[in-house]
């Protein structure tokens, strides 16, 4: 049986590097078999490029979300079965994220036991890029949409067995670095580290030299971890769910941009317009650069829906005008943002859609792990989102398939 031909997409082509004007994806199967400029393709290309209709809008990788507790109604920290999740994914499937991690919130361990299950089949079938576990190692005082009633001490039993469910698919934990037992070699950040998976500080009250310790032991035990998915730890939606940058009382912030400036952390920002303003978005960019940055939804249930009330973990959310708040409380319950959503607004807010894309794409593969996603290379996974002038979705394809 001979093999179909590469279909081809042409438009202007945003690599790692550059928005190619009259570019070219071509894929066959589920793999991207050349990028480039439509003059200079080759010539087993050049009749299916003739015949390409040219878009108005971009072609960009599939988008790699780090970060996201659900969507289309479905709430992955209540989930209780594949098909909610499944339904989530679909919601962010249909708006160009391909590669999607799913996070869980603070809950008692017998609800991460289970949901780590749940999470783990998913992963191991491909349909998730991994899972985050946020908690149960915070700050009450900066637990934000977390229950503060589940939070508890930093448990290395607990880490070990939640990373033995994951069966290898854990990506990162949320951990505040001033909790006794996060550090030290006995602590939970040496048991991510040795488990496979990555420790992700936030949700803290620490101050500067507990940061600062933290990020610096994180980054040699990865660097002793010949197994480790990345070399450097992350950070968990930089400045929502920690304390405020001060001059006299100057806490995590600048630490952890300082440390990313170096390259030897990455920054999640949640850049919705909710969570972060767009001018303090760019700004980060031009402190840290775009390989120290993650681009991250923090979606929950409302992605995609209307207004109304939802859930997250053991915690009611109201939501109007498109922003999620606790029911009681107030605080900012996770965003209702699609990944490219973030990324239009981040290019609105004056980066540049070169670096936005990397961040939403290209960084979170590096993250995880994975080379085969989150760029148009040839060899890569074919996954690709082609939009209108305005960012918006007009076809994905993910694993060669359009959706």
Do not use: K
Not at 110 to 138: K, N, Q, S, W, Y
């Amino acid at each position: 049986m001979s093999q179909a031909p590469p279909r081809v997409l042409r438009g202007r082509v945003v690599t790692p590097t550059a928005v190619v004007d009259d570019g070219v994806v071509a894929y066959a199967g589920d793999r991207i078999t050349w990028v480039g400029t439509a003059a200079s393709a080759p010539g087993e290309l050049r009749e299916a490029v003739a015949a390409a209709p040219r878009t108005d809008g971009y072609v960009l990788p599939g988008l790699v979300d780090l970060h996201c507790h659900g969507g289309g109604g479905a709430s992955i920290p209540d989930a209780e079965d594949a098909d909610t999740v499944r339904t989530a994914v679909a919601e962010h499937l249909r708006h160009g994220t391909t590669s999607l991690v799913a996070s869980l919130v603070t809950a008692p361990p017998d609800v991460l036991r289970a949901r780590t299950a749940v999470l783990a089949d998913l992963a191991e079938a491909g349909e998730i890029a991994g899972i985050h576990f946020e908690g149960p190692f915070i700050s009450a005082e900066r637990c934000g949409a977390q229950n503060p009633a589940a939070i508890q001490e930093p448990d290395t039993a607990l880490t070990r067995e939640l990373l033995e469910l994951s069966r290898g698919h854990a990506v990162t934990m949320t951990l505040a670095p001033e909790a006794r037992g996060v550090t030290g070699p006995d602590g939970v950040s040496r048991a991510l580290v040795t488990g496979g998976a990555l420790p992700s500080f936030g949700h803290t009250v620490a101050d500067a030299e507990q940061a600062r310790a933290a990020v610096a032991e994180a980054g040699r035990w990865l660097a002793e971890e010949t197994a480790a998915r990345s070399t450097r730890p992350t950070v968990t939606h930089l400045c929502n769910g920690m304390n405020p940058m001060h001059h006299r009382e100057p806490g995590p912030i600048p630490e952890f941009l300082a440390a990313a400036r170096d390259g030897r952390l990455v920054l999640e920002l949640i850049a919705d317009g909710v969570h972060l303003a767009p001018s303090f978005v760019r700004n980060v960019f031009e402190l840290v650069g775009r390989e120290n940055v993650v681009l991250v939804t923090d979606a929950m249930a409302a992605a995609g829906m209307a207004d109304g009330a939802y859930q997250l973990g053991s915690l009611a959310v109201t939501v109007t005008d498109g922003v999620a708040r606790l029911t009681h409380g107030g605080a900012i319950a996770g965003g209702t943002a699609h990944l490219l959503d973030v990324v239009r607004t981040t290019v609105a807010g004056g980066v540049d859609l070169v670096d936005a894309v990397y961040a939403a794409a290209t960084g979170p593969a590096v993250v995880l792990g994975d080379d085969t996603v989150g760029a148009l290379e040839t060899g890569r996974r074919a996954d690709v989102l082609v939009t209108d002038n305005e960012l918006r979705p007009v076809e994905v394809v993910r694993n060669g398939v359009s959706v």
